[in-house]
């Protein structure tokens, strides 16, 4: 995809078993239904903390501090892939 677009997705919780609660709504297609789901999706944004936070990417630690910038560089990517041929 090339869209030039982030997805963004926060789930608010603030125990371990919240957090839990909402791997496992994810793991079972169910976290959409849920009313304080937060989706968006822009090619910049900023999140800020009150505290200085550990910040992950993608699962891999990212540093931490009071703010996360990410900015999507359309085309910064190549992937290269096998065509299909055929059979499925």
Known sequence: MDDGQLDVVFYPHETRAGLALW???TATGRHVRKPDLVQTRASRIVIRTSVPSPHQMDGEAAGSGEAFEVTIR???LRVLGVPNR???
């Open 23 to 25: 791997m496992l709504s």
């Open 86 to 88: 055929g059979g499925g």
């Open 74 to 76: 359309p085309s910064a």
